[in-house]
């Protein structure tokens, strides 16, 4: 991701909404313009429906546009087959620190899981563990941005904004990937 696919703070106007299903239940895409907002995951679309209302409260919201179905099917494909890169635009909206922290997420490679404390000596920040912790759980680009690639120091998985049942999910699909040769499963 380089600086011209990111645009950061809030944005004006228009948030176009798509949905899709993959095997991880159904998929949301937000994008405002040409750059993707937001990335959600839910079994329920109506679910998120709600939450891209309540995430873009002052934005007017158009929903069914087909002229998304080329980033949802992007997307989809990232779940679906874990190895697939999405070179998608995006629309990063966090502090300083939470973007350094995503374009580190953006880093790990599939199939590896990395530590929070280890993502905080990543980015030079060892002491920010807590803090690393707060930027993963803000981070709305769910898959684009693999915040579920952070396992806690004892191994464990800990949360995941779109449930560690989906957290688990994802990572041994991408430890199968690897397995398989980068091929998939």
């Not at 997420?105 to 707060?134: F, M, N, Q, S, W």
């Not at 998985?157 to 779109?162: A, H, I, N, T």
């Amino acid at each position: 991701m380089n600086a011209s696919q990111v645009r950061s703070r809030d944005s004006q106007g228009d948030i176009r909404l798509g949905m899709g299903q993959s095997t991880l239940g159904a998929v949301l895409v937000a994008m405002r313009g040409d750059r993707i907002a937001a990335v959600m995951l839910d079994d329920d679309a109506d679910s998120l429906r709600r939450a891209a209302h309540e995430r873009f409260p002052a934005a007017p919201i158009v929903e069914g546009d087909s002229t998304m179905d080329g980033a949802i099917a992007t997307v989809t494909a990232c779940i679906d087959a874990p190895g697939t890169q999405a070179d998608l635009p995006l629309e990063l909206n966090g502090t300083a620190f939470q973007q350094q922290v995503w374009q580190a997420l953006r880093a790990i490679p599939c199939g590896t899981t990395l530590t929070y404390a280890e993502l905080a000596a990543r980015i030079g920040r060892p002491g920010a563990v807590r803090a690393v912790a707060g930027a993963c759980a803000a981070n709305e680009m769910a898959i684009i941005i693999p915040c579920h690639r952070v396992i806690r120091s004892d191994g464990s998985l800990s949360g995941y904004r779109w449930g560690p049942a989906r957290k688990a999910q994802l990572l041994a699909r991408e430890r199968a990937w690897v397995a398989h040769g980068g091929t998939p499963v």
